[in-house]
Structures are given as C-alpha cells and as structure tokens.
C-alpha cells in the first residue's frame, strides 16, 4: 500500500498544475482548418509547455477528485506523461477517408463522430514526413501515452473517433521520436526507474499499472518514451536547467530574524561556488547572489529565514530564466523539425 500511497499522493499534487497547463496548451493547440490548407505549417508556433523534468510536456485531464477513479478506468493520458509537443506547426488538411471495416465494407468518415470495434485499426489520418507518409489509426491515438483501448469505450460499445487536437499531437509525438530514434537515443531500464522515482514516487512499474488500470508494459515504454525525449531536450537545446530550488521552511514560531544553522547550509547549498566555506565569507562578489543578500549576515553557520527567503527568490528568478532560454530553444528545434509535415485529417471533431 506503501507504493499506492505514493502515487495516490503525486497524482493529487499535479492535478492542479496540470489542468491550468492543459487550458493553455488545448488553447495552443486548437486547428483553424480555414486557415491549414497549404502544406507548410500555418501560424507562429505557440510556447513551450513545462519542460520535461515537470513533464512538460502532454494533454492530460486527470482531476485530485478522481484519484479513486483512475484505479478503475486509468486515466484518459496519465498525468506524468512528457512526450507532448508544444509546437504546432504541421500542415493540416480535412480529407475523407473509407475505412476498411473487418468484414470487408467500408464506412466513410466524414461527418461521424464514433467509431465500431472492428473500425479502430482503419486510417483516421495521414501524416507526411520527409517524404515519407505514415498512416494514422484510431487505436494509435487512443492508447498514445499508456492508456487502454478499453478506457475509451462508450456504454453502447462504440468509440469516439479522436478530437483533431489529439490525432495532431500524436502525429508530432510520433515524428520527435523517430528523430530521437535516429539521433540513437534510448532509455535504460535504469533510467526508467530513475524516472519513476522522480514522477511518481515510486519505481514499481507494477503498482503504478494496477494504481491507473494500465498494463505494465505501457507504463514502461510511456516512461521510456518520457526518458528519450528528456535526452532529446537536452541534446538540441544549449541551455542547462538548473534544479529548480525549493522553499525554505518557515520557523515554527515566526522569528525570522533567529538565525540558525539550518538557514546557513541552505543557503549556501544555493551560493555554490560564490561562498568560500574554508573562509566563511563570500568567494566573490560579482555574483547573482550577492547584490540581494550581501546586506544579511551570513556565516558558515548563522543565517536567518529572512535571508534564506531572499537566496531563494534570486535562485528561482535564475531558474526562470534558464527555464525560458530552454524553452525557446525547444520551440526552435520543434518548429524547424516539423515545418516540412504535413497531416491529413479524416475528420475535425473537436471532442
């Protein structure tokens, strides 16, 4: 139950931060057809969600207030999954497609919005790509990022043929990773649990599959997929995101002006190579840090909240920056990789 806990715990934790980045990357990600009948991409690619680290990257619609729901249907795109692409600069067209059905008809899906079992391996798009064209299916989109087919059935059996919004965030998925194949990037069963560990607060695969009702190869390769991207991030981008600092913690009983040594070892774990602690004093002065905090007294083991407050608002403010120029330079790389796609539409339903 440990293992539960953990990821009940990590799930409620994210739900909220990721709903508010879900409104902004639907508005981001919305198709104007009108406006995407030429094969290069139309309209100035929107911004960077959050990075990978805050797997920033996937549409997820997991609420705190369906925690207990998740361990019976999963969610319908699990809220860790980083392998989203903020960029959308695809060509789209609206097309019309027959699908094959497992008798051998053929149903046209222009103006429907479910489809039957035998319907879910038919093309529902197609996406070109150096000059290679790839066929999209309905069970493509709808189990991408580790969730089960059977998470998407309606009452009377039948399914809701994927929002366009989500076939093209699958199309753009699908070609960063074949970019990352091709650069040689792959996850280590190491790095999986590492991964693991760090999303979800625990790396047993399996009590994260029985938690969200996945199957645990799913989870594996979602993570795996979450571990090339991260890699892929770090490759193409020339910045380096520092850790992104956490909040001391406030005294019990107010005083922050008491110092302590407890204040000293995080600051300085924050200074690091502007404090000299053989010498307790600053190794330098031209540093981010010590415009703010040069008028505290800090020593090796003295310093008060106050100041403790004041080093984690430069180092936040650094980590903001660097998270930005990082960002921009991952736009940059999407909108370059994917300004020579195009995808075809079988239908624009939004929902």
């Known amino acids: 139950m440990a293992d539960e806990d953990k990821i009940e715990d990590v799930a409620e934790k994210d739900a909220d931060s990721v709903k508010e980045k879900d409104v902004e990357a639907k508005a981001e990600k919305d198709v104007e057809p009108e406006a995407a009948e030429t094969e290069k991409g139309a309209g100035a690619p929107p911004a960077p969600g959050a990075a990978a680290a805050e797997p920033a990257d996937a549409p997820a619609e997991a609420d705190a207030a369906d925690a207990d729901a998740h361990a019976h249907r999963g969610p319908s795109t699990p809220v860790w999954v980083a392998i989203c692409v903020c960029a959308l600069v695809v060509g789209v067209l609206a097309g019309f497609f ?17 489809l039957s079992a035998d319907e879910l391996d038919s093309t529902i798009a197609t996406y070109t790509f150096d000059g290679v064209r790839t066929n999209v299916t309905a069970r493509d989109v709808l189990t991408f990022g580790g969730s089960s087919v059977d998470t998407a059935v309606n009452e009377d059996g039948t399914y809701n043929v994927p929002a366009a919004t989500n076939v093209l965030v699958y199309a753009q998925n ?64 020339e910045t380096t995101l520092p850790e992104q600092p956490t909040e001391p913690t406030a005294p019990a009983d107010g005083a922050e002006d008491t110092p302590t040594a407890d204040y000293a070892s995080y600051i300085i774990a924050l200074l690091g190579d502007e404090w000299d602690s053989e010498a307790g004093t600053w190794a330098r002065t031209d540093g981010d840090f010590y415009a703010t905090l040069s008028t505290y007294e800090i ?32 736009s940059d790389y999407t909108r370059n990789l994917l300004a020579g796609a195009t995808i075809q539409l079988g239908s624009l339903a939004t929902s």
């Open 98 to 114: 027959l699908l094959g059905g497992a008798g051998g008809g053929s149903v046209a899906l222009d103006g429907r919005t479910t």
């Open 174 to 237: 699908r070609i960063i990773l074949d970019d990352a194949e091709a650069r040689g990037l792959t996850a280590s069963d190491e790095e999986i649990s590492d991964y693991s560990e760090k999303t979800m607060g625990t790396s047993d695969l399996a009590s994260i599959a029985s938690y969200y009702g996945m199957d645990e190869q799913a989870v594996r390769d979602t993570f795996a997929q979450s571990v090339v991207i991260e890699k892929l991030r770090a490759s193409v981008c």
């Open 299 to 330: 020593t090796n083991d003295s310093a008060t909240y106050a100041a403790a407050e004041a080093a984690y608002n430069v180092a936040y403010s650094a980590y903001q920056d660097a998270y930005t120029q990082m960002s921009n330079e991952w």
